[in-house]
């Protein structure tokens, strides 16, 4: 492991307000979630059906997505496409260019993260301003989201109290959630009523009626989608699904999983700009569609369930890993362990290989996730991808390889395949046990919080052996 | 909770004992005390002599062409038709659930399949195929349990350990909180990710002397060397012991050696 990953870590480590904040707030969440899907039967049969249906649409990607554009097409949406972020980027920004527009409304979405997109339309001279709450707080402090539901997580009351304060001067300093978000809510109003444009993300696109499902609570994502005059979308590619119903039951599935909710305040559906005899909503509706490596992740069968995931972040909030590090230990758009198997596929082992270690394997993802996604099945095969050159289309496979490593591997199993050397290992090492004891006091990574591992003075082998049990 | 129901007919004749490189080589006591338990409850007890490790460490690290080198190797010595039992949902859990994925287009993946559908971890069958009853013989106590990560999510036999203690009556159960969390071990994670491992493991022995528990019992030996080792560091005296010793202890075990 690099030493840059490294210290990122143990830096989060240090970092006692983000730990407390986030797993205060991951608790919360938990407790949300067993409440709301407390019934075991109820939940399996719920997950068998959400499964079945990502499955279904990740397994026919191309097809769906062409009906899905025809579909659009005729609501009168008009589809990009965009096969890396920096396409993605330049066809915003052409939009945003065809409207003279400086200024773009955000409602929250991780594709626009995925993109850099602030970022990058800030250096074109366009001001990007985010809605979300969450999200607002995390553009005026300048940081990145920690979480892909609750991007301030990691925050408490006092330190959003502070940042507000400075932010809107005329607000006196307050920790009153209900204030905070009020005068969050008097800053973006008259926002919304002026943006040229409004960018959204995207839940759902339902490829048989051509619509776009926007999830949130605030309200901000509605604003952002009918107030402007021109309404972008952004999503990944593989957020389709073929039919209108299978919408119920994944939208049920997601707000519990998130958040415990049995709906959340909002659900939108977008079908079309508006239409002639309608009097708001916007004149134009973009979809952006990014690949930026999904589609290479479809090419692999095994890969696939990846592209499953419905971004509820069940799997950040049960990770034991996720709760001690926080987000932005990972270095990655997506943190936890959804980002752990999505982030190196996408952008390379080369980059984010490292991140495939960050994991016990406990399996603890596994069991939340809505969608069945094999996390940690996924993990060893990227493991395996990141130590050995193959024919797999992961970029950067192979560039995890140590030579040392890889013969100690080597000589680790040419011992256990001959009992005759692993006894007399065993042996040598039982003999020797204070020496070895001493030696492994030293491995400071085991020893600077537990005590030594006690060696015994006669192995099972042995013992078994004395007491006659049979051998064959 | 779904019992298996057993009857004289289904209590096999005979087992493999698979002992697991950890106890071989640092808690023996645990694997001879699952030997008498089984021994006690009828059953013969097969120990082949060439069992090394499972494989698991080299499987779980990426290491595919060595994890089915030693697992083949591991093979060879299941021939008879009867169940392999495992004192450690880990090791398990590798031939149980993994195994068909490593030997997956392999010549030899029926004879994977066959040895997968045959393991079985100490806890869960002793409680479902021996439905094993315990007579408690030991001073009262208090313990506290951890299962493994792999007891839970991959053999889905958490409870099974439960359901053993419960028997004793003497044994006063205290529940850790976050009971169901990843202690940190994770195999090799332990030393790759030290920090990360550091405050799991904290955090974990933390939640155990918050019990008032004198003794840690669990069903895998990676996850009681590790918190075992960080309560004993940060100085506390609450001991570790794998459940098979525990169980076999305090039912009269040293006592009726057989």
């Not at chain 2, 002992?19 to 640092?26: H, M, P």
Request: contains cysteine.
């Amino acid at each position: 492991m690099t030493t840059e990953f490294r210290k990122h870590i143990q830096h989060a480590l240090t970092q006692r307000e983000v730990q407390a904040n986030t797993k205060n707030v991951v608790n919360r969440l938990r407790n949300h979630r067993r409440a709301a899907l407390s019934d075991q039967a109820d939940w399996q049969r719920l997950r068998r059906q959400s499964t079945a249906i990502r499955t279904h649409a990740v397994d026919k990607l191309p097809q769906l997505l062409e009906l899905l554009e025809d579909k659009l097409t005729q609501n009168g949406i008009r589809v990009h496409w965009a096969e890396t972020t920096e396409q993605a980027n330049q066809i915003v920004l052409t939009i945003m260019q065809q409207h003279n527009a400086s200024f773009v409304i955000k409602g929250k979405s991780m594709v626009s993260e995925e993109m850099g997109l602030n970022h990058y339309l800030k250096a074109h001279g366009i001001e990007c301003l985010e809605s979300d709450l969450g999200e607002l707080i995390i553009q005026l402090a300048n940081e990145q989201p920690s979480h892909i539901i609750v991007p301030a997580l990691h925050k408490n009351r006092k330190q959003i109290a502070r940042l507000f304060h400075t932010y809107f001067p005329a607000t006196p300093y307050t920790e009153d959630i209900n204030a905070l978000a009020q005068s969050a809510r008097h800053f973006l109003r008259h926002k919304f009523a002026t943006a040229p444009v409004g960018l959204t993300g995207v839940n759902f696109m339902v490829a048989e009626t051509g619509t776009l499902c926007l999830v949130e609570n605030e309200g901000n994502g509605r604003m952002c989608s009918s107030v402007p005059p021109v309404h972008i979308a952004v999503s990944g590619i593989e957020k389709v699904v073929e039919h209108l119903s299978d919408v119920p039951p994944l939208l049920r599935m997601l707000t519990r999983s998130a958040t415990g909710q049995s709906i959340t305040t909002y659900f939108n559906m977008i079908s079309s700009p508006r239409k002639p005899d309608e009097k708001d909503g916007p004149l134009e509706v973009h979809l952006v569609l990014l690949d930026n490596g999904r589609s290479r992740i479809y090419n692999d069968l095994e890969l696939r369930d990846t592209l499953n995931c419905i971004r509820c972040g069940a799997c950040m909030n049960h990770c034991p890993i996720y709760k001690h590090i926080g987000g932005h230990a990972y270095q990655t758009v997506i943190p936890g362990p959804i980002g752990t198997i999505l982030e190196p596929q996408k952008s390379g082992l080369n980059l984010y290989g490292e991140l495939t270690q960050v994991s016990t394997l406990c399996g603890a993802c596994r069991e939340v996730c809505p969608v069945s996604i094999p996390i940690p099945k996924i993990i060893n095969r990227l493991r395996w991808e990141y130590i050995r050159q193959s024919a797999c289309n992961i970029p950067g496979a192979g560039s995890g390889k140590k030579k040392t490593e890889a013969i100690v591997w080597k000589i680790w199993a040419w011992s256990c395949v001959h009992p005759v050397v692993y006894n007399r290992i065993g042996r040598t090492i039982t003999n020797m046990r204070s020496l070895i004891g001493r030696i492994l006091k030293k491995i400071s990574a085991w020893t600077a919080v537990r005590s030594t591992p006690k060696l015994t003075k006669t192995t099972l082998h042995e013992r078994l052996k004395a007491l006659k049990i049979e051998d064959k | 909770m779904n019992l298996t129901p057993t009857n004289a007919s289904s209590k096999p004749d005979s087992v493999y004992f698979y002992g697991t490189c950890l106890i071989d080589l640092l808690y023996p006591q645990a694997g001879v005390s699952a030997v008498h338990l089984l021994k006690r409850e009828g059953v013969n007890v097969i120990y082949p002599q060439a069992q090394t490790c499972c494989g698991q460490p080299a499987w779980n690290s990426g290491y595919r062409d060595e994890a089915l080198t030693v697992a083949r190797a591991q093979l060879a010595l299941f021939s008879k038709p009867i169940p392999i039992v495992v004192p450690s949902a880990s090791c398990a859990g590798m031939i149980k659930v993994h195994y068909p994925e490593l030997f997956n287009a392999q010549p030899d993946k029926s004879k994977a399949l066959d040895i997968a559908e045959r393991t079985y971890e100490l806890t869960e069958f002793l409680t479902d195929i021996l439905n094993i009853n315990l007579t408690d013989l030991g001073a009262p106590v208090t313990v506290a349990v951890h299962s493994s990560c792999s007891a839970r999510h991959e053999m889905k036999v958490a409870d099974r350990i439960d359901i053993l203690l419960d028997q004793l009556h003497n044994v006063t159960h205290a529940e850790p909180a976050n009971k169901e969390e990843c202690c940190g071990f994770g195999g090799t994670f332990a030393i790759k990710q030290p920090e990360i491992s550091a405050a799991m493991v904290l955090e974990k022995a933390k939640a155990i002397e918050y019990t008032n528990a004198q003794r840690l019992i669990g069903q895998d030996c990676g996850c009681l060397m590790n918190i075992g080792c960080a309560l004993e560091k940060q100085g506390h005296t609450i001991t570790h012991q794998h459940i098979a010793k525990f169980l076999w202890d305090r039912t009269g075990g040293p006592h009726r050696d057989n």
